[in-house]
């Protein structure tokens, strides 16, 4: 592995130190194709045959421009959730415009709006409206809720609890998403397809959290159920822990979104760009099958 900022036309992925980037790098590299992994720690960098790395971090202006420099295609994984994510992202943005990237495929949020009920998801919106400023080719995707994080809605006694209503969601793995941003990011016709747009990736069904939790129940044999809160009653649970406000709002909100009918969203981006079908609940849990082990019998 090099330090290697001269090759020109490289895919640069960032987060690749995470769940998402790591599993676009690793796809990428089953391709054989050469990447840049842009990430915050070298000594975490993944290693894979064609691909080097740079560490920087979003905030990291100057820094994040040189790693980007040679980047023709940039992978940009959101930041981690902060009161400061808006300010993070746009710093990358121009980075990696100043460093001649001419095109962001951005990992944003379903339906992000300047109002989204989400509150996390604002931050989306904004930074898509930055990157779309900036005039360089783009593409958005803009996934539901991941379902590999659904196993940590339930608590240790089955229950799923938060204001989601009757909203309904479809939950969708990380392995879809990173199969359709493998597409975008090596498939000349994905990539044709999807300069300028944005791709809402979701799962095959949406559901409510009740009809979530019945069918998790029904597939693990556990009892696990939904329990709907108020508002102030999600607020109240989760601020126990001392987490600060704006988090607290940002988990709450999420239900909130469902709830609103924000997230009720079923796209065929994951057939359509990959060829497969979505994972479901059923796929998920055969692949993970201790994912809800936590749960009392
Ligand atoms: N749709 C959903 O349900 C959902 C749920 C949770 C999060 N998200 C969003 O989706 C993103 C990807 O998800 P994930 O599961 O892959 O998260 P993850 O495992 O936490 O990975 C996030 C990656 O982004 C890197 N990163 C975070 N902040 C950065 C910064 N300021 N500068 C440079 N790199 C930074 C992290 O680097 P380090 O390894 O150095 O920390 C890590 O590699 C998250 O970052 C979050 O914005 C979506």
Not at 205 to 225: C, M, N
Request: net charge negative.
């Amino acid at each position: 592995m090099g330090d290697d900022h001269t090759t020109n036309h490289t895919i640069g992925v960032t987060g690749a130190t995470g769940a998402l980037g790591g599993r676009v790098a690793a796809r990428i590299a089953r391709l054989g194709r050469s990447q840049r992994l842009i990430v915050r720690d070298i000594n975490r960098a993944p290693e894979y045959p064609g691909s080097s790395a740079a560490m920087a971090a979003y905030e990291d202006s100057s820094g994040f421009e040189r790693a980007c420099r040679g980047v023709d295609t940039l992978f940009l994984v959101s930041a981690t959730e902060s009161e400061e994510r808006i300010d993070v992202h746009l710093s990358a943005v121009d980075a990696a415009v100043r460093a001649g990237v001419s095109w962001i495929v951005y990992l944003s949020f379903l339906r992000a709006g300047p109002a989204s009920t989400f509150t996390f998801s604002r931050t989306h919106f904004f930074t898509e409206a930055h990157i779309r400023s900036t005039g360089v080719r783009y593409t958005f995707l803009r996934p539901s809720l991941y379902l590999d994080l659904l196993p940590d809605w339930v608590d240790d006694d089955g229950v799923v609890r938060g204001p989601a209503g009757e909203g309904r969601i479809a939950w969708v793995s990380r392995d879809d998403v990173a199969d359709v941003a493998t597409a975008v990011l090596t498939d000349p016709l994905a990539a044709l397809t999807s300069e300028g747009t944005s791709h809402d990736i979701t799962g095959p069904e949406a559901l409510s959290l009740e009809q979530t939790a019945d069918r998790l129940s029904t597939l693990t044999g556990r009892p696990i159920r939904y329990e709907p809160q108020t508002w102030e009653e999600a607020v109240e649970s989760r601020r126990s822990g001392g987490a600060p406000a704006w988090a607290v709002e940002g988990w709450v909100s999420s239900y909130a979104a469902i709830a609103a009918g924000e997230l009720d969203v079923v796209a065929p981006t994951v057939p359509e760009l990959t060829g497969h079908p979505a994972q479901s609940i059923e796929g998920f849990l055969r692949r993970h099958p201790s994912a809800l082990s936590h749960v009392a019998v």
